[in-house]
């Protein structure tokens, strides 16, 4: 491991202008990702700065119905929170169903917008990775590749992202807040989390110094209702093969507000915007869930392991569809 410089902020702004004077900072929360990849010598900063003592910890009911989460906030309490798990049912669920209790304890919702890629030659320093080492190559492509990304590839890396809370975000059109020393803003979901193309050592919307504050989540459409699916190779502890967020509303039998966003399949938090479209305005039924699924994977480009997530995909977003539309009816 690499020493580094560690400094301890107790504001925002003190955070900021501790970071800014490295260009090689980062800071560390719950540290349940950066730990591991500090030991495995993958990432490898001058300088770590702990916001753990900088007061966002906390959810916050806003005017508009809408909620702003601390980043510091543990996925753990996130998950339990009344008005999580009564609006926002997906995004309880995705958060249930990531990592182990132990870790969701001490993980936090910046830390798990800002999880690094899933993909074990990112992980060994021995392996070509333009990820970790721009321009040394990607060795899962043509390698062992059945955790791997079918959407939003590049020919550079295919990676998955790893998080489940941040698919139901995508769903929900959350704001990721960032503070810096030049002021605050919002980023819309769907902007945060950057394709690989031909940098896929850059990940995040974010610029140098800027520091996660919290998220923000609009009102849920009235009378809307959610789920998180999510297919792994053992029942806890797993990454998503395939996952489905999917919040649905009905108007006088038709279909009024849907979002679906995938986990487990693309490079980034996938929304599945055509998909979408084909759903709104329409009566529900199997067949249009059908083929809002086979939209929503159009464009997949598969590897020879990881061909079979195309049709897991589409039966996980068929399957979510008619779950939210049972819930939806349940409540009238
Ligand atoms: Fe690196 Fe991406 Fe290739 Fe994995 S898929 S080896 S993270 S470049």
Redesign the pocket.
Known sequence: MKPFHYERASTVEEACSMSTESEESCFLAGGTTLIDLLKLNVMRPAKVVDVRNVDMDTVDLLEDGGILIGANVRNSDLAWHQKVRRDYQALSEALLSGASPQLRNMATVAGNVMQR?R????RDNY??????SPGS?????G?Y?RS?AVLGTSE????THPSDMCVALAAFEAKVRVEGLAGTRDIPFSDFHLL?GDR?DREHAIDPGELITGVVLPPNVEGASSVYLKSRDRASYEFALASAAVSFALVEGRIAAARIALGGVATKPWRAFEAENCLEGNEPSSELYEEAAALAMEGAITQPDNAYKVPLARGLIVRALAIARERVEAQV
């Open positions: 890629a993909c074990p030659y990112f392996s070509p990775c333009n990820k970790r190559g990607c060795a899962a492509l390698g590749a791997h550079h890396c295919i990676a690989p896929p």
